[in-house]
């Protein structure tokens, strides 16, 4: 049969850059008239300009429910910006670069895209007649800098990589000692690190870190922020060794400045714990997360929320490396923290994947009846708060059908996915690609009732479905034809249709994960099977020495 269900995270919705920007800064937004910014004295010596930038201080959310803490730390100027400062001249240059990213930030927050991009339009046609016709300095490369800041709080990433291109080959020919370099340089490798274009990103963030080594030495707190953006970038790029050691410098660096149990140490301690839970370095990952925990339990109390937050960390650290007792038992210690704190509004999204993830654990350290209740006050929160027809019930109606089907309980678990099925009919319709993962377990409840026939009609309505969502030899349709084999074979179908899907499944996974993968081995068994009940010798023996190379090769392996 198909295999067991697993709990699905709750939908959660990325901020996008605007906001993210609009939060980090504490400066009032300005509503005046659209002013181009212009260079009056291409000679003069601007100090750092200041833009509301995330540095080492920052705000984090998780990307995924099992790897969640939320560090909470000031934003706004940065030391190195604020190192700058030792130009009267460029002031006025300053304030008109700072007023122009609150501009845009402002109409952003108003809604007012199009004014945003209007604005930025009419910056780089000054700045690009300023290129044309010459100047080629920091300050044309500052305000690039700003303008694509601009773009990617406006959410309009096409013009991005262009301007970061110009920056890049005004940069490349300037001196260190130009200020504002070393901030630009950091800006840059972020963003070229949020488009993806890691080895762009690792240039720029490794030149900063030189520019500011050679000027105030190598464990200045001024390396933090740019020594941050490098790890990340090497971690992206597929260096994880050289990104651990860059995370693990920054923490040295900050014990050296502000001690040991300092609240600065979260961010980089909380990233390296990540990347070595991403390199399967469990073991050594629990050590920062352990380091977190104390740290806000010092800074804060042992009621916290931050402390919940951090127990979570460390109870995914845990969990991974293979002790999910210890993981239950911070999981929910951690909710009840974060539940009587008042940290988090019930029906955050957040708190939400928390108690899926300790509802899954709880399933598969066989306390099943806890981890039901847990999903259960999903389903009642979400319905409280959303609405009991709102889509975002399907996931939930699909985790609680889930868990009542791991307790053989098949009535309950139909009746749920009836539920979830008719809200996606009403939300995506019937024919959307969406709809046929609940609709593939709904085929597997069915038939676990023995209701074969009903079970069949649904599976060959998510093969039709997928089939023309995904194409014919995708691993979704595989997964829908090994469904139907399931179901075929307990409806006594002819063996010679059931091989010819089973053969079908084998193409689609040959193509998907080699033709020597270990999930090849039980589909390689079904058709043995059915080649002997077919008394197809001579291809039965093909398949068989297939088989059996496979199986000595895994066992050898393991």
């Known amino acids: 049969m198909v295999s067991s269900i697993t709990l699905l995270p709750s939908t959660t919705l990325l901020t996008n850059w605007a906001n993210q920007l609009s939060s980090q800064s504490g400066l009032s937004p300005r509503h005046s008239t659209w002013q181009c910014v212009c260079f009056r004295d291409q000679k003069r010596k601007p100090k750092l300009y200041i833009i509301p930038a995330r540095h080492f201080l920052s705000t984090s959310s998780s990307d995924t429910a099992s790897t969640k803490l939320k560090i909470h730390a000031t934003s706004g100027v940065s030391q190195v910006q604020n190192r700058s400062a030792s130009s009267n001249g ?28 209007d604005l930025l339009r009419a910056n780089y046609v000054a700045v690009k007649e300023e290129i044309d016709s010459g100047l080629k300095g920091i300050q044309q490369a500052a305000l690039l800098d700003i303008i694509a800041l601009g773009y990617m709080a406006v959410g309009d990433l096409k013009p991005v990589p262009a301007l970061l291109d110009m920056i890049s080959k005004i940069v490349d020919k300037l001196n260190a000692s130009e200020p504002l370099l070393d901030s630009v340089l950091m800006h840059v490798g972020s963003m070229y690190s949020a488009l993806g274009m890691f080895e762009n990103a690792l240039l720029a963030h490794q030149r900063a870190v030189s520019i500011l080594e050679n000027t105030y030495g190598d464990y200045n707190t001024l390396l933090v922020s740019p020594l941050l953006g490098l790890a990340k970038s090497y971690g992206s790029y597929g260096k994880a060794n050289k990104a651990i050691g860059v995370y693990e410098r920054t923490v040295t660096i900050l014990e050296r400045s502000r001690g040991c149990e300092s609240e600065d140490l979260v961010v980089p301690l909380f990233s390296l714990g990540k990347l070595l839970l991403k390199e399967g370095k469990a073991d050594e990952a629990e ?161 676990q009732l023995n209701r074969y026939n009903e079970a069949e009609q649904v599976a060959l309505k998510v093969l039709r479905i997928r089939e023309k969502a995904f194409g014919k030899e995708s691993l979704p349709v595989g997964e829908a034809l090994d469904c139907l084999v399931s179901i075929q074979v307990r409806l006594g179908r002819d063996d010679g249709e059931v091989l010819g899907l089973l053969k079908r499944v084998l193409v689609i996974q040959e193509k998907e994960f080699g033709s020597s993968a270990e999930e090849l081995i039980i589909t390689l068994q079904k058709i043995v099977h059915f080649l002997e009940k077919l008394e197809m010798k001579d291809e039965k023996f093909k398949f068989r020495r297939r088989l059996a190379l496979l199986r000595e090769k895994y066992q050898a392996e393991s």
């Open 90 to 117: 460029m002031k006025e240059f300053e304030m008109e670069l700072q007023e122009l990213f609150n501009e845009v930030k402002a109409m952003v927050k108003i809604g007012k895209e199009r004014d945003a991009m």
């Open 287 to 447: 050590a920062p997360f352990t380091r977190i925990l104390n740290i806000y339990k010092k800074t804060y109390g042992e009621k916290d929320g931050r402390v919940g937050m951090a127990m979570c960390s460390l109870a995914n650290a845990k969990c991974t490396k293979g002790d999910a007792d210890g993981a239950v038992d911070l999981y929910k210690s951690a909710l009840r923290i974060i539940k009587e704190s008042n940290y988090m509004d019930i029906d955050n999204s957040i708190l939400e994947n928390m108690r899926i993830d300790l509802a899954e654990l709880l399933h598969f350290v066989g306390r099943g009846n806890e981890g039901r209740e847990l999903l259960e006050e999903c389903l009642l929160v979400n319905e409280k708060y959303r609405g009991k027809n709102n889509p975002s019930m399907a996931t939930h109606l699909m985790n609680l059908a889930a868990s009542y089907s791991r307790s053989r309980n098949y009535v309950e678990a139909e009746r749920l996915l009836r539920t979830c099925l008719e809200i996606m009919e009403k939300s995506v319709g019937s024919e959307d690609q969406s709809i046929t993962f609940p609709m593939l377990n709904f085929a597997v409840t069915l038939s």
